[in-house]
């Protein structure tokens, strides 16, 4: 049983309770984390105060994007390209995922934690920043099905879970076919679904 700790509005936790679904993995998952504080318990695992943390087989593990890469390699191999040039491409956008959450950042929190209208200087210049950078996913899913190569893998859940943020925010968006198509082709799967398009909070 693998225990997920942190709210579920989070990005980041989004990111591992996705994850599990498609990896059919058995989990729990405990609210921690924004309005729920931390316990004491909890800062010892994880003294960032941050969320996620997991524990598996005694493993307690932090960083999103590390649980993601543990969870493939432990259990789920066919989530991660063999080929060491794909999966170093997958990796990139991984961690590129951090840039892009920065510039974000601002549309997010101010249209849907600060009441805020797209016209706001800080809103706008998020929102501009935001479709530059999603102009180059756009390019780069020109090139192949998936993120992660030709199959789903776990260098598509980083930018999948931003990618439904980025089509719900009421931010003007250029047309971005590639983008959209494999986000659409994410609306199917049943784990985003659970876990991802749920309302921003
Ligand atoms: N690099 C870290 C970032 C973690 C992070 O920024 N988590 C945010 C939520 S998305 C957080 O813990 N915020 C404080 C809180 O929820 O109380 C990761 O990927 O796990």
Redesign the pocket.
């Known amino acids: 049983m693998i225990t997920i700790w942190g709210?579920l509005n989070?990005?980041?936790?989004k990111k591992i309770a996705w994850a599990v679904i498609e990896m059919g993995l058995v989990h729990r998952r405990i609210d921690m984390?924004?309005s729920f504080g931390?316990t004491p318990g909890y800062l010892a695992m994880n003294p960032n105060?941050?969320?996620?943390t997991i524990e598996d087989n005694g493993l307690v593990l932090?960083?999103?994007?590390a649980i993601l890469r543990y969870l493939a390699d432990a259990h789920a191999p066919d989530f991660r390209s063999s080929d060491p040039a794909e999966r170093a491409l997958g990796d990139k956008w991984m961690d590129w995922q951090?840039h892009f959450a920065d510039a974000q950042r601002d549309a997010f929190l101010g249209c849907v934690r600060q009441g805020k209208v797209g016209s706001e200087p800080a809103v706008a210049r998020s929102a501009e920043a935001s479709c530059a950078m999603m102009a180059l996913l756009d390019a780069e899913l020109a090139t192949r099905p998936w993120l992660s190569g030709k199959r789903f893998g776990i260098a598509d859940i980083p930018m999948g879970v931003y990618a439904h943020t980025f089509y719900t925010l009421p931010i003007p968006r250029p047309d971005l076919p590639h983008l959209a198509e494999w986000y659409a082709r994410l609306r199917l799967r049943p784990g985003y679904a659970e876990t991802v398009m749920i309302p921003l909070t």
């Open positions: 709210r989070s990005h980041n936790v984390g924004g931390f105060r941050m969320i996620p932090w960083e999103s994007n951090f």
